[in-house]
């Protein structure tokens, strides 16, 4: 469980300050990875825009499984909890990995990130007369370090008058990409954005009525696993409908569909400035770019960035390696 503090206790990146959270974000593991390995990496960027619905025909066979003989569903390139219907693929998801994937993805997307979702009215298919309105706060008091003490009380709060709160996760690079870390420093950490002017207010009247020293509130939990595999089936599936199922071997099923739980080795961070710096209050930013020379030579990545205007973690994934020319793909000569 995350709790929302109104003092600082560690580190953050604010949204005041991105250059800074750039910065912090260029640590030890990094410079070892530059001095190592010198590869160039070359990005298509792929501009996504909400008012438009984009369609890729049907592969012929899931994309995850590879299955030509079951029945195939449309499959939401981007979850469309976060982008409605913005990228579709025809027919390529059969109904057992599109159940496999829910399971994760539904908890990421509900229990994560659904009150924030709800501020900022993203996109939902539940009725407006349905969707949240409130929600039952825990409040708890904590010490200097923000370590829990004791619960307070539970506030019924409507979600307009709730502080903006966001809790993501933050890794270093892939190990696929770096050199090795103590697993401590492989596992990352939670990553969390709130308002602190808002949450300020909102503690103060409870500490005003119960007399605790420090009040704070519990406002989200992140499944770390839940999450990084999240980010590797839209990464994966972003890849294929933008290059073709074809076009590289992939790395990520066996994440995808829970053969394994090892998301470090393909799923971690980007530390380094944006390819493009207009975020213009997307939803979600998303590259590919295939690694040009060096040792990485044709590995494929993407570069997703949840809410970039709030200094996100800007995440980076390994989809796989080519096994065509990507750049006459896309030029359309092969």
């Keep these: 469980m995350l709790y929302s503090l109104p ?4 580190p953050r990146f604010p949204i005041a300050d991105n250059h800074s959270a ?50 195939l569903n449309n499959e939401h390139v981007i979850p469309y909890a976060l982008a409605a219907d913005m990228i579709i693929m025809d027919k390529s998801c059969c109904n057992t990995c599109q159940n496999i994937i829910q399971r994760y993805e539904q908890e990421v997307l509900r229990k994560q990130l659904g009150i924030f979702r709800a501020q900022v009215d993203a996109p939902s298919r539940t009725k407006k007369k349905d969707r949240m309105t409130h929600v039952d706060v825990q409040f708890v008091e904590v010490d200097d370090v923000g370590q829990f003490m004791r619960d307070l009380c539970i506030r019924r709060i409507p979600i307009d008058e709730l502080p903006l709160a966001v809790h993501l996760w933050q890794s270093p690079m892939p190990r696929r990409l770096r050199s090795p870390l103590s697993l401590q420093l492989e596992q990352g950490k939670p990553w969390s954005f709130a308002d602190r002017e808002g949450l300020n207010a909102l503690c103060s009247k409870v500490r005003e009525e119960t007399g605790a020293n420090h009040v704070a509130y519990k406002s989200g939990q992140v499944s770390r696993l839940h999450y990084l595999r999240s980010l590797a089936k839209t990464a994966h599936a972003f890849a294929a409908s933008q290059y ?22 393909f ?12 975020t213009d209050n997307h939803t979600l930013q998303i590259f590919l770019g295939e690694a040009m020379g060096g040792e990485e030579q044709g590995l494929i990545t993407a570069r997703l960035q949840l809410y970039p205007t709030l200094g996100s973690p800007a995440h980076l994934v390994v989809v796989g390696k080519a096994r065509i020319d990507i750049q006459m793909r896309l030029a359309g000569e092969i």
């Design 7 to 10: 003092f600082p206790v560690a």
């Design 267 to 278: 799923v971690g961070d980007d530390p380094f400035e944006a390819p493009c710096e207009d």
């Design 244 to 265: 073709g199922l074809d076009s590289f071997e992939p790395y990520l099923l066996d994440l995808i569909l829970c053969r394994s739980d090892d998301v470090a080795e």
């Design 22 to 71: 750039r910065q912090n974000g260029r640590s030890e593991w990094w410079s070892m990875y530059t001095r190592e390995k010198n590869s160039r990496m070359r990005l298509d960027v792929h501009e996504l825009y909400k008012s438009k619905v984009i369609r890729f025909p049907s592969p012929g066979q899931c994309i995850y499984c590879g299955d030509k003989e079951a029945k």
